[in-house]
């Protein structure tokens, strides 16, 4: 039987081979396509979980916070800004002000051209940090400094959102006087509140608001 068909085949007209063939091709292509353009759910699913493990493109996000004037701000809020944004807590020895002194740095080398940029400190501990305490920490970093914090549930929320670590580290033998471990990074969000890029709190002023004029 199988030689049969070979015979078969190469009884079949060259032209009309080529053709033939030249249309499987064609049509192996076209399923190839459709499988790969196919919106569904089978389709969406696979997509979202290679964004979570790839990771940046997924960063931010919805949050509800309050500012230290006692202001509840949302992500929305500040559509239209160039955010900076950086969680940490205000009683953090060095790595927090490192940070936000970047930040700070940046801005004012940027003068005039930092009128559309946001820099915002989310705290990562809300149990201290109230707006007060807020209120007075942001003073050191310059007037458009906002810190946001919220309760428990809501700066979890928005940590999340950034995929911010942190956890309370208790000081031995004296509890109210805890630590936060936490993630360091400095997001660059776009107008519409997508991702640029990140930098760590070692990063040098001149990189920062580099990136912020680049945005231009
Ligand atoms: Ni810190």
Redesign the pocket.
């Known amino acids: 039987m199988i030689l049969h068909s070979q015979e078969q085949e190469t009884t079949l007209p060259r032209t009309l081979v080529f053709a033939l063939s030249g249309l499987v091709v064609l049509g192996l292509l076209m399923i190839a396509w459709l499988l790969a353009t196919r919106p569904g759910p089978a389709g969406s699913a696979a997509s979202g979980q290679v964004i979570q493990t790839t990771g940046t493109a997924q960063i931010g996000g919805p949050f509800e916070l309050v500012d230290q004037n006692g202001r509840t701000v949302t992500d929305a809020t500040f559509r239209g800004k160039k955010l900076l944004v950086y969680f ?2 205000t ?7 490192t ?1 936000l002194s970047a930040m700070s740095s940046a801005l004012q080398s940027l003068g005039e051209e930092a009128a559309d940029v946001q820099p915002l400190f989310i705290t ?1 501990d809300p149990a201290r940090d109230t707006p007060d305490a807020l209120q007075s920490y942001m003073t050191y970093f310059g007037p458009s400094f906002l810190g946001l914090t919220g309760s428990d549930a809501q700066v979890d929320k928005a940590a999340k959102a950034y995929r911010v670590y942190y956890k309370k580290a208790p000081a031995k033998g004296d509890a109210a006087n805890y630590s ?1 471990d ?1 993630s ?1 990074i400095i997001y660059l969000m776009d107008e519409n509140g997508r991702y640029v890029q990140h930098f760590t ?1 070692e990063a040098s002023p001149e990189a920062i608001a580099g990136a912020l004029a680049k945005m231009r």
């Open positions: 940490g807590f009683h953090c020895p060095d790595v927090c002000p940070g990562v936060m936490h360091s709190h």
